[in-house]
């Protein structure tokens, strides 16, 4: 879009309709770095249809991406040239566009595609070759461009809310239908190996880390092995013990941990019994058998995200630990090294994931559902072995 002299009247308008979503339209969020927005009616003339964030954010792009190898031999300093070059053949690419349509930071690709080395962005050609068509492909591959150029970018998270608003390109557009665009998009991409996401963080894949990340996925592991660690995070991490206090008596109980049928403990009179999906039982039937048992059930919420953290978590770990003892180049001790840190940082998203699958979950008693008062993890346990050991031990008051 040429700027003329009548660009001012031409965008008046625009801007008294949108300049109070300037900001949940363009501003980054999850702990990433703030950029400037469109903050004054002149800023957002001289600026459209590029939003403010666009420049300092691709510049850092750049210099990230030539600190990492990507460009060819004489285009190596790309980083630290003229955006000019890069901004005028973008905007070139709109001025066919009506006044409305904004520069999608993806859009920038197509500036720098030809400086790059083909090794560094195969993983975007073979999608574009190789996803089926339609919408969800388009958004797709742009999600790529993006993420590849954002790969380096240490101070913003690759969240797909944040993605939305890389991909924003057109005022008015449908802000909820994208985001569901986006997050289809990013399950497709994950599927297919194309980036990998850690918590809620998505990136893009080198070819040598989507080897290795294939890898990770091919990894032998059974169902004993991440119920092991799914009981681990409950009884390590989350409730914190196998003891209870009951408020009346002020007696100490000890309780047995169990996950789907398996001990985590040793036996006693009382038990809590997590119960996920994973065992494959129907409500009816986890009722039925909590029928004199003296266990209080907790029916984890179905949360298919968590499971397959857990089951990731595992494979990346057995996966590094048996690669720790062969010869690895350079660049594979150093992917390993980072998915050692990032399978650490999923620990800690997992923690926060059975929290609020205990938060959710529903808690039985022989062959009822119970109620309690609290929204925290560990006192909902609490407040329904309280309940348990009331039923199990009717004349205790007494003692």
Do not use: C, W
């Amino acid at each position: 879009l040429s700027k003329t002299a009548n660009a001012e009247a031409v965008l008046d308008p625009l801007y008294d309709e949108f300049h109070t979503s300037f900001r949940a339209l363009f501003d980054f969020v999850d702990g990433s770095k703030t950029y400037r927005n469109y903050d004054t009616r002149d800023r957002f003339t001289q600026v459209y249809p590029f939003v403010p964030y666009q420049f300092p954010f691709f510049q850092a792009a750049l210099v990230g991406l030539s600190e990492h190898n990507v460009f060819e031999g004489r285009h190596a300093s790309v980083g630290e040239r003229s955006m000019l070059g890069v901004v005028q053949e973008v905007a070139t690419h709109l001025k066919e566009s009506t006044v409305g349509a904004v520069v999608s930071f993806d859009a920038m690709f197509t500036g720098i595609r030809q400086a790059v080395k083909s090794a560094a962005t195969r993983n975007i050609a073979t999608a574009e070759a190789q996803l089926p068509e339609g919408p969800v492909r388009d958004v797709a591959v742009r999600l790529l461009k993006a993420l590849f150029l954002v790969k380096y970018v240490g101070d913003f998270s690759a969240t797909p809310r944040n993605l939305t608003v890389l991909l924003y390109n057109r005022f008015g557009q449908d802000l909820t239908e994208l985001n569901r665009q986006v997050s289809q998009a990013l399950d497709l991409l994950e599927q297919q190996t194309y980036v990998q996401r850690n918590g809620s963080v998505y990136e893009y894949l080198t070819n040598e880390e989507q080897d290795i990340e294939n890898e990770i996925k091919s990894t032998d592991v059974d169902s004993d092995e991440i119920s092991k660690i799914l009981a681990a995070v409950i009884s390590q991490d989350v409730v914190r013990g196998t003891s209870v206090r009951h408020s009346v008596t002020g007696r100490d109980f000890k309780y047995q941990l169990l996950l789907d049928e398996i001990s985590y403990s040793r036996a006693q009179l009382l038990a809590v019994h997590y119960i996920s999906s994973a065992l494959g039982l129907s409500r009816e039937v986890v009722v039925a058998q909590s029928m004199g048992r003296d266990e209080l059930r907790v029916v984890l919420a179905d949360d298919a995200r968590m499971y397959q953290d857990l089951r990731l978590h595992v494979q990346t770990d057995k996966y590094v630990r048996l690669r720790a003892g062969s010869s690895l180049t350079d660049s594979q001790s150093h992917i390993l090294d980072s998915k050692k840190r990032q399978n650490s940082k999923r620990r800690k998203e997992l923690i926060a994931r059975v929290k609020q699958a205990i938060s959710d979950a529903e808690l039985i008693i022989a062959g009822a559902s119970i109620a309690v008062s609290s929204s925290d993890p560990v006192q909902r346990v609490q407040e329904g072995l309280e309940q348990l050991i009331t039923r199990t031990y009717p004349h205790l008051s007494m003692l």
